[in-house]
């Protein structure tokens, strides 16, 4: 019965790739701001009657020419043997002196079965590991904390190391069903992780010492992701009347259902005690040293939605605040620049990207018509003016816009805040767009 079942309506494909990545050029490009390279000077002026005296005017040589101006001596920078300005402190971007190449592994399993009666069902897995990706970080920070003397001249190195690491692991199911020869639905489910101690390679962690102190779910991870997608195409007209299906016919409905669980945020503390790890390092966010329990997880919009201002101003998952779930980190102000030596604060107690943000659903649609105007002289027989309309979230779901507020998201995650876990921002509401096209 095995046998009879699976012949020549089971396909199994499997396969393993390793690919290498250059530095970004976008990211290389940053050492043109270095002293030597780059002169910036910045002058300002208030108000028309409170002229800068570092603002010089004066007439080119040719006053036809574009060129031939004075230099203005206020711009002029005088640079001492290290090749750094010797009237100022400046800030630099500095790479490892060999960095190894940034590679991923990545392997896939898929396998396909007829059911028949036209379904085709698709289970696959799909895995993959990062190394040496980028880890960016102020890189007085680090030498700070261990101890390594700073350059009383660099308040700033703006450092990219690629000493990062992630993974990714995915289980892929779908069916797809072919109804007639005018309509089809095909559904895909998404169960997956993805793991890294950064998600992008301008992005600051708060523990630069120590990649492995931000190793958590990837700010784009989705658990489990969800389509169905449907298309019809009817034909009324056959034989004899095509030429009435060109005119009556060319129908085409199309839409998508997009429904996910969402992205991950990080619950975060804010110094009240200013910069830490060094005066000049710019970090004031650390993770919490221990979650105490209670919270709840309802990842619905209302439950985002709770909070100041709406209903009884409480929060659905934090109604105590953020301060009686979460234990804040102790915190030590960084040494004032360009002393050395700041401490280290303690391992946090809650991983980064613990939390999960509200749920995504919406439904994309397209209906089109399509006016043959069957043979045209100089066009063949294809041509034909199409009328098109596509809706984006038909339905005009809300969607939160996801992510900590401390990372461009709209939940708000400060822990010392009375809003904490509340989403404040929404996504795109309903969007139409018409078209019309001749094509021949």
Known sequence: M????????VVIRGGFGLNYNQNEIAITGNVNGNPGLTVSPNFSMSLPTSPNPGIVYAIPSDPHSLFGYPPNPNTIVSFGSNGLPTSSQVGVTAFPTDMPTMYSQHWSLDTQTDLG???????????????????HYDGNAVASVQNIPLNPQVNGVNYFDNNGYGNYNAMLAG?????????????????????????APYSEQFYPYNPRLSYGRSDYNITTQGKIFGMWQPVFFHGDHAWIERLAGGWSLSGILNLHTGFPWSPIYVSPVGSLYCSTCG????????????????????????GPGVGNGVNANFPNGGLAYFTPPVLTAGPAFPATGGTAPPSPGVARN????PGYRDVDATVSKSFGLGRIKGM???????????????????????????????????????NFGQDGTALGSRTVTLQARFHF
Not at 396 to 414: E, H, Q, R, T
């Open 2 to 9: 095995a046998e009879g079942f699976y012949h020549q309506k």
């Open 117 to 135: 009666a036209n379904f085709i069902l698709s289970v696959g897995y799909q895995g993959s590991v990062s190394r040496h990706i980028y880890f």
């Open 380 to 418: 063949g027989e294809g041509s034909a003016i199409e009328v098109r309309a596509d809706a984006f979230n038909l339905f005009n779901n809300l969607n939160f816009k996801p992510g900590g507020a401390s990372n461009g998201g709209g939940i708000s995650d400060n822990i010392q805040s009375s």
């Open 354 to 357: 613990s939390l999960i943000g």
């Open 175 to 199: 069916l797809k069903h072919q109804f007639s020869h005018q309509f089809m639905l095909d559904a895909q489910l998404t169960w997956a992780k993805s793991m890294d101690t950064s998600s």
């Open 283 to 306: 970090y004031t966010q650390l993770l919490p040293a221990a979650y105490k329990g209670g919270a709840g997880h309802d990842t619905s919009n209302d439950a985002f939605k709770s």
